[in-house]
């Protein structure tokens, strides 16, 4: 039997989405005490081991994009998952230097041989931000919400789609994400502290993706899961008009929200972490985080003293620099970056409910061809990418893992250099041909199609001005659409009205799995034709299989051999085109205390002990 116990330093990875504009006046908003009660300090409470400060701090920040809703079952965009990441918890997390599983809500586990069971003991004493008990009911109920199933009201038996697969009644990216190949793992309360889960086989990254999963609060919720309005909780509407009924276990608690503007948030007074003095954390009383739509303007506000951290871009770290001493700030390199830019074609082969093609036939037959999708990709600049938008800080990107993640990267895949001759030769195995300058397919049609990518990302409109240019040169006409967005996830998920998209990936949690949602002919991230029934190719149906025996394995050396036959596949048929990944700069100003930058973590990590001297 394994063991892991810490009663001492663990920290929760956060994701600080950097600092911009000047703050606007306060105005008047509607207000609501946002604590019932203030709980004793928890018996269990995380001692954090870093140097005491001084309390009632205030950070000011910026994000790029707005919230569409602050409910994790039904959120799918990064400014959301930022708001929700600092108002909810999970059992474990992760180390931000190493990127092994610790310690959170939970004090410890115990994994069985058979590596099957994970019974984990929930730290005593502490309580949601509204002053209610947190107990193993929550975990239950949290996990009750991915898996409840619509019933049969005669029979009581589990109602089945038209695929015969069983219907959840809150299905979520959360309900696939933790299904462990197409079953649900047991979980049982063994008392108020201590829950176990059985998993149906052994499932590797059960303590970072099952133990990750952040818990929603029983006595807020249940009401709505049991009347069916369990999605439609913790809207926008809710953040505006009653944030107070957003309750978490995370340091801070949403205090107001303006949509376009700003969000608020205050300290969460039932917090359960301490300093070494023991008193309650965290220090700062509140975070302003103002809402932005391009990185350009925040980087600036940062380098102007108006925020206190930032992401800056690589197109902006030179003249952000140069103000270090002038605004008593600094900037790191952090090195390489696990994010990811791409582009993907619409392969989905559906309908809308009139019955029109997503896509029109004739251009999804050249999308679906293999050949197509290399030619491509043998006619983007990588290089001219690299050197122009980024100006040297970024690395040319063929394939699906970041060169930073050492351990999991394969450089043996297939690369695609620079290449319009390969492409025209790949064109011309297709029988297409070049009239005039325009590149036309066997029909007769010109070779066209509209790109999207979000507008609230420079570079990334940088870059696709540059994927115009190269695709004109081998005759093929882009047209370019910037969206926000919000707008972008609706036409990839729901409505499946566009023809290419230009997106990126942040790099996620450091191991394999995480791409589960990606990868996977299921998922509802699989970009390029999300949530299939079955998988439309032989390809997808073995990286399936690959996914399922990564999933299985605890020997790193045989999840390796696994994923890099994925990564091998995916640069083969090029269903996403890679593109660059950039390097990692970050800023913050120097009164800001108990910083310590560390690779996976960024400068706020842990947040909890940031304090910051008062400005001179």
Not at 219 to 232: A, E, K, N, R, Y
Not at 360 to 373: G, I, L, M, N, V
Not at 416 to 424: A, L
Not at 477 to 502: G, H, P, R, W
Request: aromatic letters at 12%.
């Amino acid at each position: 039997m394994a063991l892991y116990s810490s009663d001492i330093f663990a920290p929760r990875l956060q994701l600080l989405l950097a600092a911009s504009l000047i703050l606007s006046g306060c105005g008047s908003e509607q207000q609501r005490p946002l604590i019932g009660v203030v709980a004793p300090i928890p018996a269990d409470a995380l001692v954090v081991d870093f140097p005491a400060g001084e309390f009632d701090s205030t950070i000011v920040e910026t994000l790029a994009g707005d919230l569409a809703t602050v409910n994790p079952l039904v959120n799918e965009t990064m400014a959301g998952a930022a708001v929700i990441g600092r108002i909810l918890e999970g059992l474990t997390t992760l180390d931000p230097n190493t990127g092994d599983v610790i310690p959170n809500l939970a004090k410890s586990w115990e994994i069985s041989a058979d590596n099957l069971q994970y019974t984990f003991h929930l730290r005593r004493g502490i309580h949601w931000s509204d002053g209610q008990p947190f107990t193993a009911d929550d975990v239950l109920f949290t996990w009750g919400c991915f898996f409840a199933k619509h019933l049969d009201a005669d029979s009581g038996e589990p109602v089945l789609d038209e695929n015969g697969r069983v219907k959840y009644r809150y299905s979520s990216r959360s309900t696939f994400g933790q299904l462990i190949n197409g079953q649900e793992p047991l979980v049982e309360k063994l008392d108020n502290y201590t829950v176990r889960f059985t998993t149906p086989e052994v499932y590797a990254p059960f303590l970072l993706f099952g133990g990750g999963v952040e818990i929603l609060p029983k006595h807020v919720l249940q009401v709505s899961f049991d009347d069916g309005t369990l999605m439609d909780q913790w809207s926008v509407e809710t953040a505006i008009n009653e944030p107070w009924k957003i309750v978490g276990l995370n340091m801070f608690v949403l205090e107001s929200y303006r949509p376009g503007e700003r969000i608020v948030f205050a300290k969460n007074p039932n917090y359960w972490k301490v300093n070494t003095k023991g008193e309650r954390l965290p220090y700062v009383a509140r975070v302003i985080t103002k809402i932005v739509q391009d990185q350009n303007s925040s980087n600036v506000a940062f380098a102007q003293g108006l925020t206190d951290f930032e992401s800056i871009g690589p197109d902006n770290v030179a003249w952000v620099k140069r103000g270090e001493q002038r605004f008593d700030y600094t900037v790191l390199d952090m090195g390489p970056s696990s994010q990811t830019n791409f582009i993907w074609f619409n392969l989905n082969p559906g309908k809308d409910a009139e019955g029109v093609a997503y896509v029109e036939p004739y251009k999804f037959e050249w999308f679906s061809d293999q050949r197509f999708r290399q030619a491509v990709s043998h006619g983007i600049n990588r290089e001219g990418i690299v050197r122009g938008v980024y100006f040297n800080r970024a690395d040319i990107l063929h394939g699906y893992v970041s060169p930073k993640r050492k351990l999991w990267y394969n450089d043996a895949i297939r690369k695609y250099p620079y290449s319009p001759e390969t492409s025209q030769q790949l064109f011309a195995e297709m029988g297409f041909t070049l009239e005039a300058g325009q590149l036309k397919d066997p029909l007769g049609n010109s070779v066209e199609f509209s790109l999207m990518t979000n507008s609230s990302s420079g570079l990334r409109v940088e870059m696709a001005t540059v994927f115009k240019e190269n695709m004109a040169a081998l005759g093929i006409d882009v047209e370019l659409q910037f969206l926000d967005f919000n707008t972008i996830i609706n036409k990839t998920s729901d409505s499946f009205d566009y023809e290419a998209c230009m997106l990126g990936l942040g790099g996620g949690a450091p191991d394999p799995y995480a791409g589960k949602d990606i990868l996977m002919s299921g998922g509802r991230l699989h970009q390029w034709y999300p949530q299939q029934v079955e998988p439309a190719t032989e390809w997808e149906a073995r990286i399936d299989a690959l996914m399922l025996e990564i999933g299985r394995h605890t020997d790193v050396e045989v999840r390796k051999k696994y994923f890099f036959e994925v990564q091998e596949i995916l640069a083969e048929q090029q269903p996403l085109i890679f593109l660059v990944s950039p390097k990692d700069f970050v800023g913050y100003r120097n009164r800001w205390q108990n910083v310590d930058p560390t690779p996976l973590g960024g400068v706020t990590w842990n947040q909890e002990s940031l304090w910051a001297e008062p400005n001179p």
